[in-house]
Every structure is written in C-alpha cells, then in structure tokens.
C-alpha cells in the first residue's frame, strides 16, 4: 500500500511540474537602474523655483538622479551667482537633495568645482609638482644630474565661483585627507545625504612630489639619483632607460593610488556616501585604479562609427568591478558624441548599445545644463554636451530611450556576469615604453597604451570566437584562488581560464601566481610565446635569471595560439553567435542562463542560432518594447532576428514558459507601397510654427518650398488615409526618416522608433480605408543654424564659452540645411 501510495505522489508531482508555467517579467525599475544625468550649475546660479521644475521635468521623463558640477558661469548674470562652498550654496544643495529624494532620485556631488581637487583653499605648497632634471655639469653619468622641483601651477578647470584655485598634489596623502576635510567642512550637508563623490577623468599634469625621492627609494630599492643620467638621455642606454622610466612611472602609479584614490574612498565612506571614480587618464594600472573605488566609470569620447562593437577601453572598468564583485558600472555617456544639434536618438541608442557591451550598467547622461525658465531658447549651455535637456526637440521622444536604458540596466544589474576568461593587461610593458614620465592612459587616445599592443589583437580574436571575457591585472591576480580546476578572483566571480597575450615584461610576482595557480588546477594559457623580461632596474639580471628558470617550469603545451588552447582545454566560447554576427553578454538571473545579444551590422542579421546553455524554452525580453514572447525553437536552436541596433534579451527558461510566441517579420512577404497624399502639421518646436502643407510626394519637410521650413526644429504631425486589402495585421516600414517617429494607425499608438530602422507590427488593420498618423521630431541643426546667421546672441558663457567638437569657435551660420521629416518609401508587407 506504501509503494502504491509513493508511487501515485510521484506521478502527480510529474504531471504537476510538467504542466507549470513560468512567468516571465522585468524586474521592478530602481533608482539606479534608470539613466542618471550630469547637472551643470553654471556658477550655482540656481534658485528653488527652477530646481523644482528641472527635477521635476527629468524625474517625469525617466531619470533616476543628477550629478550636480557646478561650473564656469553666464555673462550678464552675476547678479544670479552663488558661491560655491558658501552657506548659500549648502542651502541651495541641500534644498536640491531633499526635493530630489522627494521625486525619488538620488544626487552625487564631486569633492570641487569643475574638473580637478582643489580651490582658493589651496597654498602653493600643497600644490602640484614637476621634475626637472638639471645639468650640473657635462657628462653621462649619475653625478652630472640632479632633480629639482617645479611647482606646476594645475589650477581647477572650469570652475564657478569661489571653485578657483590650484589642484592638489595628487602624490601626496597627507595633502589629499587634508583637503577632503577641509572641503567637507566647507560642504556642511549632514553625512549620507549625497549618495555618491564622483571623480571625473585624472587631468592632473603632476609628475613628481616633494617626498617622490623617498618613496621611489622605498619601493624600489634604490636612489633615483644614481640613474638620472639614464632619464635626461634616452640614448646612453635604452634598455636601461626603459627600466627606469618604468620603476619611475610604476612610483606615480602606486602614489595615486594610495595617496589619492583610495583615501577618496575611504573619505566618502566614513562620511556616508560611495565613491565615483574615473580612473582613466591617470599615470597608473587602470585596472587597480578602477578597483580602488565604490563605482567605477569609463567613456566614451567622439563620434562611435556605425557597424564597429567599440568596447574594449571601456571592458578596463566593468572588468574591474567584476573582480572585485562590485555590482555597479557606471559610464559618462554621449559626451561629444557629434556637433551640438546633431545627436540623433540613433547615434544615443548606438552608445548606448556598446556600453551594455562592455558591461556598464549605471549610465550618466553628458549631460543637463541648468537653466532657468526665462532664459531664452536655446538657454543655458555647456559645450561638451549631447543636451539631454528639454530644449532639445527630441526631447520629447526621448523617454523611450531612458526606459530603453533603464531595462536593460534592470536585468544587468539584477542578474551576474558570466565571464569565463580572464585576460592579464601587461601594464609594465606600457610603463616601459618610450616617451614622458607622465603617462596619460586616457580613452580618447588608447592607441599606445592598449591598440598599439598584442592585448588588443587578442582581445579581438576572442570576441570574434565568442568567449566572454575581463582583464585582470597583477594585483588583482595575487588575490586569485584556484577552485575546482577554475580561478576564484577576490569577488568570488569564477572563470575557467587565464590567458596572458604575448607579454614582454611581467613580474616574478605575478610569474609564480601563474604558476601556483596552475599547479593547482587553473588553465593558465599563453598566448605565442611566455614573457622574458622582468620590469625594473634593481638587481633586473638576476631577477631575470630566476624567470627563466620559472619558465622552464611551465607545460610548452600551455604556450601557442591562444584560441586552439582554450578549444583543447574545453573552454567553450559562443562560437554559433559570433560566426553569425551577434554580439553578445552572457550572465546568470536566479539560475537560468541570459543572454544580451546585440545586431551591430548595418544589415538585417536572421539566423537559426545554438547557445551553450540547456533550456526548456527560449523567451526574448525586448527592451525597447518591453514585450515578452517565446522564440522559436528546434531542440537547442532558436530563430534569432535583429534589425540594426537591435538588441534582445533572450533568457534560457526551464520550464514552460507562459508568454506568446514571437512575430517575426518576413521580408518576403506581400509588398504594398503607401502612395498616398500627406498632410503636414507643424506641432511643437520653433522658432516659428509654418503653415499646414499637403505634398504628394515624400521629401524633406525643409525642401517644400515654405522657407520656414528650413530652419524648423520640433515635431510634424503627418496624417493620410490608404486603403486597405490585406489582413488585419502587417507589417509598416517607413523607410528613411529624420530624426525619430512616433505612429499610429486607425487611432492605436503603435509607439516610437529611434531609428536606424522605422519598422513597426500593426494589428488593426481593416478593409477599406484607414488611417494613418506619424508624429516626426528632428535635430536642432537647422533651427540653431537659422540662430547663428541672425546673429543672435545666445553665445555668453564664461571660461571656454561654446566650442565646437574640434574646440574651434561654434558657428552654425555656414552648416547646410539638414534633412528633416519622412522620405520613405513607405511600404506595408503582410504575408
């Protein structure tokens, strides 16, 4: 009767579990998951009246929070100003904080004005420094030279009123608690107000400190004096010049990290709050610099060209926080990403995309400036910006790019990373290389410091074979563990293997890690040939003589083309994804395999696609829909169609799925082209609204004939009638549009594209007669083109005034007219 009884429980629990259905959802939207912005205060001159309706206006659109960076100010409105650090200022601030938390966003704050630690506060000695290598007589050895420090002179960039003043020593702890303290006195907000001190790019030109000479000699054995002959003349040895412009340059780097950033951290920590930093651009292992923060962010700068995955500068900091198991990537975002007035939602989703790529999931816009509601149209400006603002005419259209990024950012922040390959950054091969002391390791010029060398190469081999991977540096590796066959870095993310590119220099440290972690069960690979070199000049032919016999320890087997390695070492990449053309990031979400897959190609990518994971079924999660659908499947395959900047979210369920099947669009089908007769109302926008125009014809709204066109920037509101044969659902492409389009059919908002592509599904189609209504917002282009050859006067801004992308004085006045509108064709296709 028992057996019966077991048996019976068993076959209902079967049939229980075989009939469950697992629901599907977005997780629930956060303060952080939504996009944040940079809020510049042109010399704090804000009051409560404007800040209400600014926060308010961003929160409603979508935004999770601000970073304020109060700055350089408006001619003609001194009278405005407030000063920073003063008690109006704290006043104002803390007004901003409580009206922000209200509206439930959150507000970061630099430690100083503009860009750079420091102000009016700053003596000269606390100050930055140069070295200068003086003669003292004619020779090449030791005694002909001596150091003498040079006041630098750095003084705060861009800042407001009551900001300015000299940076600080970055090289110096003393000086960088000093001043922290003394800008937290002056700040006076109640400690955990500010959820975030954030540290932009290192912009600092210091390269040396009164104590430097002590501390090179306590790190690395010896006195930097005996080898000055060796840094004044390149040419007397260059082997060993090498080595002692790396001893020099691995000094700056141990100083900003230990003297700068983590005291900054652990500053901001002890007041409440978290620490932003932006390691690039300083002299130092980036990797270790991102680490050494709260929430690391990279950038990009200029123009990202269509069709390219862009992403491996920006890996430095996602690969940082995935270490060291911090959850929050963050990125400055759009930052001169075209010429003013000329960032189209393509190129912003275009970014967008290949942060996500590199694993940023906290995205800053670049950014918002304030500006008071008299100020006239365009109003307030900083110049560097892709003005997230509401004087943009896109403006409206733009929170289907802020929930777009807010649930992208939901998942990646919700579910870890699955990264299985490490990939070591030989940074001693960039500090032994040719050139000044001070290496500027910055995003806008990696070409040196990363494309120059094999890391790159590498890096672009494994993303073309589908292996999902971080860099890691030696520090980070000395914390490594091995764990059953994998590496255990120091926040417990798990990868099956280390891969070192070809490598010239690299510490004995770091050398017998490698090996230790070998020994243990880790794959360890190296890519063409083991390294020879150790970096350094102290006692390096000895040092050098001992890697050689660690050398000789190592499997040749664990040394040649680093992607036949990993096949052997049944090391798996998403071979099928990449050999297809997706991009992709892999993580794991309450157990079950998701995947972030990309269309980068200018093309229309549809394929039949196996992933490395098990499942039951395959669920898209469209993001810039929202909508939930189940892919079709063959066994482990599964129909993957993206159009151009597409991305999905394909989550590997294991049981059955309760959502519909998905659509996909067949290019195939039934073609109908929609010649039809348009009826143009100009909406919203300026500088004054033109008349209605019927045009039978697509063309650019600027070319009809009515020269109020021409300098029009806002929406158009195009409006027909068709008939219609077909079956009630079809699919709509509009063809070529400029800049972004909202539409509608017999009355149902079938919602906004962003371009590239301007294809909809429509489902309430029926005979006859229908209607179609498409709402179409430009760039600015034309209308601040019409501005400046007005003459008007909108260009009053303190400091560096308004540039243009090649820092050149901004003038609109020459630019050509820029298309606007629908050109089509417009074509319907039902199956």
Not at 503 to 532: C, H, W
Request: hydrophobic fraction near 40%; charge should be negative; aromatic fraction near 12%.
């Amino acid at each position: 009767m028992r057996t019966h009884l077991l048996f019976f429980c068993l076959v209902v629990f079967v049939l229980v579990t075989a009939c469950e259905e697992q629901e599907v959802k977005w997780p629930e939207a956060t303060q952080t998951s939504k996009p944040w912005t940079r809020w510049w205060w042109m010399d704090c001159a804000v009051d409560s009246a404007n800040i209400s309706r600014e926060l308010a206006e961003l929160a409603e659109a979508g935004i999770g929070g601000v970073e304020i960076t109060p700055i350089y100010g408006v001619e003609g409105e001194d009278d405005r100003a407030i000063e920073f650090l003063s008690p109006e200022f704290t006043d104002v601030l803390s007004f901003t904080i409580k009206e922000a938390g209200r509206l439930g966003m959150g507000v970061d704050l630099p430690p100083g004005s503009g860009w750079r630690c420091g102000g009016p506060f700053v003596p000269a000695e606390k100050g930055l420094w140069n070295l200068k290598i003086e003669e003292k007589k004619r020779g090449k050895d030791a005694s002909a030279y001596a150091t003498n420090a040079l006041q630098n002179g750095n003084k705060v960039k861009r800042p407001a009123q009551g900001g300015e003043g000299l940076a600080i020593d970055t090289y110096n702890k003393e000086i960088t608690e000093w001043y922290l303290e003394e800008f937290w006195k002056r700040l006076n907000v109640p400690e955990g107000k500010l959820r975030c001190f954030f540290h932009d790019s290192f912009e600092y030109t210091g390269d040396f400190t009164l104590s430097f000479e002590a501390e090179f000699k306590t790190r690395r054995g010896y006195d930097l004096n005996e080898v000055l002959h060796l840094l004044a003349n390149d040419s007397i040895n260059p082997e060993l010049t090498a080595r002692v412009k790396s001893d020099y340059r691995e000094t700056l780097a141990d100083l900003v990290l230990e003297s700068f950033i983590q005291p900054m951290t652990e500053w901001a920590n002890h007041h409440g709050s978290l620490n932003r930093n932006q390691a690039h651009g300083s002299p130092g292992n980036l990797l270790d610099l991102y680490e050494a923060c709260d929430i690391p962010e990279t950038e990009f700068f200029r123009q990202l060209a269509e069709g390219e995955p862009r992403l491996f500068i920006q890996k430095f900091a996602s690969s940082a926080a995935h270490v060291s198991g911090k959850k929050l990537v963050s990125s400055e975002s759009f930052t001169w990403l075209d010429e003013h007035w000329k960032v189209t939602p393509a190129e912003m989703l275009r970014a967008a995309n290949r942060f996500f790529l590199a694993g940023i999931n906290h995205m800053f816009f670049h950014g918002t400036c304030y500006s008071p509601e008299d100020a006239e149209w365009p109003g307030w400006l900083f110049y560097a910006s892709s003005q997230i603002n509401n004087r943009n005419p896109l403006w409206r259209e733009m929170p289907v790019l802020f929930q777009y990024i807010g649930r992208v950012q939901s998942m990646l922040q919700q579910a870890s990373p699955e990264n299985n390959v490490l990939v070591y950054w030989p940074y001693y091969d960039v500090a032994a290389a040719e050139g000044k002391l001070f290496k500027h390791l910055a995003v806008g010029s990696p070409t040196e410091w990363f494309y120059s060398q094999p890391i790159a190469g590498l890096s672009k081999r494994l993303m073309n074979a589908g292996y999902s991977f971080d860099y890691i540096s030696d520090k980070q590796i000395g914390a490594c563990k091995a764990e059953n066959g994998s590496v255990l870095t120091s926040g417990n993310n798990s990868y099956e293997a280390i891969v070192v590119p070809a490598t010239s220099y690299i510490p004995l440290e770091t050398m017998k890690q490698l090996i230790a972690l070998q020994k243990n069960g880790t794959k360890v690979y190296f890519d063409e040939r083991l390294p020879q070199l150790v970096p350094g000049y102290a006692n390096w032919k000895e040092r050098e003589a001992e890697l050689v016999s660690l050398n000789n320890e190592l499997d040749p087997g664990w040394v040649g083309d680093a992607l036949q390695l990993l096949n052997t070492g049944k090391v798996a990449g998403e071979n099928d994804l990449a050999e297809k053309g997706f991009y992709f990031l892999k993580m794991k979400d309450a157990e079950e395999d998701v995947y972030l897959v990309f269309n980068f190609q200018n093309k229309r990518l549809d394929e039949w696609v196996e992933l490395n994971a098990v499942a039951k079924e395959y669920v898209f999660m469209d993001p810039m829909s929202g909508g939930i659908t189940k892919a079709k499947s063959k066994g482990q395959k599964l129909r993957l169609q993206l159009e151009p900047e597409e991305s999905v979210f394909i989550r590997c369920v294991t049981k059955k799925a309760d959502v519909k099947a998905h659509s996909y669009f067949n290019p195939d089908g039934k073609k109908t082209d929609i010649d039809v007769r348009w009826h143009l109302s100009f909406w919203e926008g300026g500088p004054i609204y033109p008349g209605d125009i019927d045009i039978s014809q697509l063309q650019s709204w600027t070319e009809v004939g009515d020269p109020e066109t021409a300098r029009f920037a806002g929406t158009v509101r195009y409006s027909a009638n068709f008939d219609w044969e077909g079956e009630s659902t079809a699919w709509i492409d509009l063809g070529k549009v400029y800049d972004c389009a909202r539409i509608s059919v017999n009355d149902k908002d079938f919602g906004t594209s962003l371009g590239p592509v301007f294809l909809w599904k429509i489902d309430n189609l029926k005979p006859g007669p229908n209607r179609i209504v498409v709402e179409v917002s430009n760039v600015a282009t034309n209308r601040i083109r019409d501005l400046d050859q007005r003459g008007g006067s909108w260009k009053k801004f303190k400091d560096i005034n308004f540039v243009n992308i090649d820092y050149k004085p901004f003038d609109a006045s020459e630019w050509p007219v820029q298309k606007a509108g629908i050109l089509g064709p417009v074509v319907m296709y039902s199956e």
